[in-house]
């Protein structure tokens, strides 16, 4: 391709001198800002695109806004790294406090979530064509740019939501007796958006999932029966909550290995999720996983269930420091139907972060951010990124960090303020929430967690 395009641009230039030297007034080309566009992932019903802005003038650009509109049936959802107002179908999008300023031969870009097939149409950067040259006759919209942030609730996209709140706050509860304090389901504090029922176990069957009311916990709370529980489910659902079967575990040995575990693993999901009233599924495998057979057994999942299935995840730290590791290959390989990865940001010792620059203690802001921003930055959308926290003394063996810390850190990624002394290359408005192990724990301490998380989780953007 090369040899082709020098000998284009040999020919350009010189009948460029030929016409110029004949006294023949050559048309100016565009120079300036221009925008590009494209869908970074699509699932069918729904897309996620990306516009980038490019300041191919000689100038510095102070402030841009890009309008385009969607065809009727395609409306959008969440985004980030920019402002938007909307007046029915036209979209416009301007610059945040951090990214206004382009420099000559610079880039800046902005994404957002649609759901429907339709793409966007009529692109207007600053008044003029998105791939420059004259503005449009019509002048364009003379409303000025918001000051404000809009609304932070934005209308349902696709991956489906499974009706959760665009930041939650995950808790998971014990399925089992132990020294935190024994609950009912729907005793689960009314902080909680997403519980975690721990654990479906495997069978003698690979890749079969079974369960049911532990003995010991039933004991425990002076009887509680697989009856009581799924009632319990439907009260949490009478609330507004949503409730998932939590897979595996520091002791969990459900194994995904091949085509027949795959199909195993859905068809048993799946009737537990019907029997029980299950919103989702979440992969707590803390022994490897297999990300080909465990992609293959989600998808037919899903497609067993619908596409209101949550799927979420809880990888411990090391498990999501290298894009090409099979809990981080699996979570990019179903990016389009993956809810949220809660990463267990404890038990782990010091790491590097997405810097690459220095190892970051656990149980710190820095460590939390700076191996979140990992996620972000290697494919993940900020909605498909939570923090995953213990809840205070005795629920992890290191890394545990007062629930301010938690919050510190949501406010970095989310707005870049009250970081520690790493900040990430950029902020995500989107990032999805916090989890904590556990709710029994959390409640044991005095339900620290959620009443301090929870209520924050509903003020970032």
Request: net charge negative; aromatic share 8%.
């Amino acid at each position: 391709m090369k040899p082709a395009r020098s000998l284009v641009l040999s020919l350009v230039t010189a009948l460029a001198a030929t016409l110029g030297a004949a006294g023949v007034a050559l048309p100016a080309f565009a120079a300036g800002p221009t925008a590009s566009f494209v869908k970074t992932a699509d699932w069918g019903s729904g897309w996620e695109g990306k516009y980038t802005i490019t300041n191919g003038g000689s100038s510095t650009i102070n402030g841009w806004n890009l309008a385009f509109d969607l065809p009727s049936g395609t409306t959008l959802g969440s985004y980030w790294d920019a402002l938007l107002t909307s007046a029915g179908q036209r979209h416009t999008f301007t610059n945040r406090s951090w990214n206004g300023t382009i420099a000559p031969g610079a880039s800046v870009s902005f994404g957002f979530l649609a759901s429907g097939s339709g793409s966007p149409i009529g692109c207007q950067l600053n008044g003029a064509a998105c791939g420059g040259g004259t503005p449009p006759t019509t002048p364009p919209p003379t409303t000025p740019p918001p000051t404000t942030p809009p609304p932070t609730t934005p209308p349902p996209t696709d991956p489906p939501t499974g009706g959760l709140p665009k930041h939650l706050l995950t808790g998971y509860w014990h399925n089992f007796d132990n020294p935190a304090v024994e609950l009912r389901l729907r005793d689960v504090p009314n902080e909680y958006d997403l519980v975690a029922v721990a654990f479906a176990e495997a069978t003698a069957t690979p890749g079969a999932l079974t369960f049911g009311i532990d003995p010991g916990l039933s004991a425990a709370l002076g009887g509680y029966t697989d009856v009581d529980f799924t009632a319990d489910v439907r009260a949490l659902h009478s609330r507004g909550k949503r409730v998932i079967l939590s897979v595996g575990g520091e002791t969990g040995r459900v194994t995904v290995n091949n085509a027949a575990s795959a199909t195993a693993f859905a068809d048993t999901a799946a009737a537990l999720i019907a029997r029980y009233g299950f919103d989702g599924i979440d992969i707590d495998l803390e022994n490897g996983l297999n990300p080909t057979y465990m992609a293959q057994a989600l998808r037919a999942l899903r497609a067993k269930v619908g596409a209101g299935l949550i799927i979420a995840m809880a990888p411990q730290t090391i498990d999501m420091q290298n894009p090409a590791g099979g809990y981080f290959k699996l979570a990019l390989d179903i990016k389009d139907i993956l809810t949220v990865v809660n990463t267990q940001f404890y038990n782990s010792g010091a790491m590097l972060g997405c810097d690459q620059n220095a190892a970051y203690g656990q149980g710190t802001v820095n460590f939390i951010v700076a191996l979140a921003c990992i996620q972000l930055e290697a494919g993940l959308r900020p909605d498909q990124v939570g923090l995953g926290l213990p809840a205070g003394p005795g629920a992890a063996g290191g890394g545990i960090v007062a629930p301010s810390v938690v919050n510190a850190a949501l406010d970095c990624l989310a707005r870049g303020t009250n970081c520690g002394s790493f900040r990430p290359p950029r902020t995500y408005p989107g990032i999805r929430g916090a989890m904590t192990w556990s709710v029994n724990w959390d409640v044991s301490n005095g339900n620290g967690f959620a009443n301090t998380v929870g209520p924050h989780l509903d003020t970032l953007p």
